[in-house]
């Protein structure tokens, strides 16, 4: 395990150097880029060897923290993380049949992948901020999942104020009360009136604003914080070694944090085949590398709704990578993305990108095909996120190795669709089922910078 001082510097190039606190701290970059670890560290053999899942987490994530946390930091916040969590293996890899295997990633508190950074996440912060004495306030958008994962690792955190930013209307019943009924005056809701895509552009927007920054420190704890990825790279690992070597991983994806989660762990030495991003009709990223152009439509309403992202945030960090870590390249990119809501890739650039990933688009047809045919054949209830994965883990190729579809979340966070698609409701969760019935407390507001900042300002001036 490293211990020296991990750097990382900003996708738009114009931010100075940091290292793994403060980049946890701010987030995002001041230059509006995203950071990335300055080199990739290796993987330690005994990383790749274990199966249990602290020991080989401890060894994938130390490198990106070095010395810029406290010592037994990492320790400490992969206790709490795998106490959390309802299954011994933490993340059990399951072979539906020869060859096609998922990975359950739903057995935290939340019952979705989001808990296993989420959960490292709070717990790091709590440490960052003891060691600085400082308060800070998170920023987070979701489209249901990170949310939930968000309210549940920070309610009641002592230094943390939490803001998250939901579409109004556009995230399942369950995941909407699993972030507003929780009674914590630190966490407010806010319901937007508009999309994902709103959401993530108003929380960017709000980190940049001087009046909140003026008190006090800003946060965010979607993938745009590498922290966040630094603690997805571990269950890929977990699933190498239950497997025992490698395989195709397709991801069902939205802001693509879990894909390249997946793509950072092979710069650090795991073998894999490939990786494959299944979307669902919002297919901004299958278009990009599919057709070459990237370019803005509003996001459509979908039963996955975790994956209603028309501008996925860490779509930058793979052209970053694939453009060879040109930062002025990668600015221009994505600067003209948000100039003209559209940027065709050059060739080179395109031949990167598809070596990196391929995507596949799985409409609603299939989704629910997907939902009944996995329930058949295999006699699993899944939820959508993980029926897109299935639907295009189906169209690829098993010859070369085993493909390993991440079941990213629990049918039962979205019981309607998937009871409709069945006939009958999917079991709840042990805790779906614990979800109280306290009354919900959530403040709607027009997708709007002013609207947003006014909320905010009003929370964070509550004391
Ligand atoms: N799928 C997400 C959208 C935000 O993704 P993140 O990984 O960047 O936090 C959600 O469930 O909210």
Known sequence: MSTSSARYVSTRGQAPETDFSDALLRGIAPDGGLY????????SPQAMRTTDYKTLALEAVSPFIGDALPAGALDRALDRLTAGFDHPAVTP????????????????????????????????TDEALAASGERLTILTATSGDTGAAAVRAFAGARSVDLVVLHPLGRVSPIQRRQMTTVQADNVLNLAVRGDFDDCQRLVKGLLAQEALRERG??????????????????????????????????????????????????????????????????????????????????????????????????????????????????????????????????????????????????????????????????????????????????????????????????????????????????????????????????TTVEATMEAALAAVTAFTART
């Open 217 to 442: 420190r800003l946060s965010s704890v979607n993938s745009i914080n590498w922290a966040r990825l630094a603690g997805q790279i571990a269950y890929y690992v977990s699933a190498t070694a239950q497997l025992g070597g490698p395989a195709t991983f397709v991801v069902p994806t939205g802001n693509f944090g879990d894909a390249f989660a997946g793509m950072a762990a092979t710069r650090m030495g795991l073998a894999a085949h490939g990786f494959v991003a299944a979307v669902n009709q919002n297919d901004a990223l299958a278009r990009a590398v599919n057709d070459g152009l990237y370019s803005r439509r509003p996001a459509v309403e979908s039963a996955s709704v975790s994956m209603d992202v028309q501008a996925p945030s860490n779509f930058e960090r793979l052209v970053f990578e694939a453009a060879g870590r040109d930062a002025a390249r990668t600015r221009s990119v994505f600067e003209t993305f948000a100039r003209d809501g559209a940027v065709a890739f050059e060739p080179d650039l395109l031949a990167a990108l598809r070596a990196a990933v391929s995507a596949v688009s799985i409409d609603e047809t299939e989704t629910r095909a997907e939902i009944a045919r996995a329930h058949a054949e295999w006699g699993r209830v899944v939820c959508p996120h993980t029926a897109v994965a299935l639907a295009a883990a189906r169209r690829q190729d098993r010859s070369k190795g085993p493909v390993v579809a991440l079941s990213t979340a629990h049918p039962s966070k979205f019981g309607d669709f998937v009871g409709d698609v069945l006939g009958f409701p999917p079991e709840p969760a042990p805790v779906i089922a614990a979800l109280g019935d306290q009354a919900e407390r959530m």
């Open 36 to 43: 990335m670890p300055c080199a990739w560290p290796a993987l």
């Open 93 to 124: 890899l399951v072979e539906l049949e020869p060859g096609l295997f998922v990975l359950e990633l739903f057995h935290g508190p939340t019952a979705a992948f989001k808990d296993l950074a989420m959960q490292l996440v709070a717990a790091l």
